[in-house]
């Protein structure tokens, strides 16, 4: 019995965020050859103004409001991938929910970020809620124009070997260069032992790393061992790279914590995509 096809599953509303999801979300399919889903969700407030007489205005449902911005997402899918290539559904209730009703049927979920505002990097609430419970890989995309090396963040967890999969998968399919970095905070005051832990962090991560680089001889890889914050280190080079991939907890993440605090972070602070994957096993 053949399994029914995969599609990248995308999240559009009328903000410009969701349009530059659902561009980044069709190039994506495009290079994967599968499917768009577009999901429009907006909660229907209508059942709550009271009617008073027969005069009493009650606005129209929001879910007609918003169907001609989703009746053009998908024609933009199927102008793109064609016409069996794109499809969707909009419904009256919360975003988060409408899309993790899908994600365990995904092969990724697309979703747009608020830009940055002058307290920081806002992300909306939706992007958070999904990417902290969806059983498939999250892309939470700001900037289309994002170029450079795919960036993953390692460190040895089972998180992180599903984020260096689909780092060696992207930068396969994109023709980029891939840049695999572990981040460790030394004590400068033991200088003796601190080289010493350097060094075997560094054959750590390159035999770590070897049997990929084995499964995709094509794709040029640079494994780095770096001395820092791993949210502050992936931030930071996050603005010259084209996605940065992190899995969702990582090893020294909380059991029963749904985001590990390095995802979060970057969630809201990168300038790249970001892609928050789990292992394929963890539904």
């Known amino acids: 019995m053949e399994s029914a096809p995969k599609f990248i599953l995308v999240g559009v509303d009328d903000g ?18 599968c499917a768009v889903r577009v ?9 709550q103004w009271p009617g008073i007489g027969f005069e009493a205005y009650i606005p129209p449902p929001e879910v007609d409001r918003h169907q001609p911005v989703h009746d053009a997402a998908i024609q933009y899918v199927r102008d793109r991938l064609g016409y069996e290539n794109g499809s969707g559904w909009i ?48 892309v939470v995309v700001r900037d289309l124009d994002a170029a450079g090396p795919v960036l993953v963040g390692a460190d040895g967890s089972a998180d ?3 984020a260096v999969l ?31 832990a350097e060094g075997l962090l560094r054959n750590w991560l390159a ?28 931030a930071e080079r996050s603005s010259t790279s084209s996605m940065v991939v992190v899995g969702s907890r ?27 994957v789990r292992p394929t096993q963890e539904h």
């Open 16 to 33: 410009p965020e969701s349009q530059v999801a659902l561009r980044w979300a069709v190039e994506e399919a495009g290079a994967r050859g």
């Open 39 to 47: 999901v429009s969700a907006h909660l229907d407030q209508t059942a």
């Open 91 to 138: 419904t009256a209730e919360s975003a988060a929910a409408a899309i993790l009703t899908e994600a365990p049927e995904a092969e990724m979920i697309v979703l747009g970020s608020r830009a940055h505002s002058k307290l920081g990097a806002a992300l909306g609430s939706t992007a958070t809620a999904v990417t902290a419970k969806a059983p498939c890989p999250v």
């Open 160 to 162: 992180s070997e599903a």
């Open 166 to 196: 689909f780092g060696f998968e992207a930068a396969a399919r994109s023709g980029n260069p891939l840049e695999v970095v572990y981040c460790w905070q030394p004590q400068s005051r033991h200088d003796a032992p601190i080289d010493s």
């Open 207 to 234: 035999e770590s790393v070897a049997p990929y680089r084995d499964k995709f001889p094509a794709v040029r890889v640079r494994a780095e061992v770096v001395a820092g914050r791993p949210a502050a280190v992936l």
């Open 250 to 276: 990582g090893r020294g993440g909380v059991t029963g914590l749904l985001l590990g605090s390095v995802s979060q972070r970057l969630l809201h602070h990168a300038s790249c995509p970001v892609a928050v």
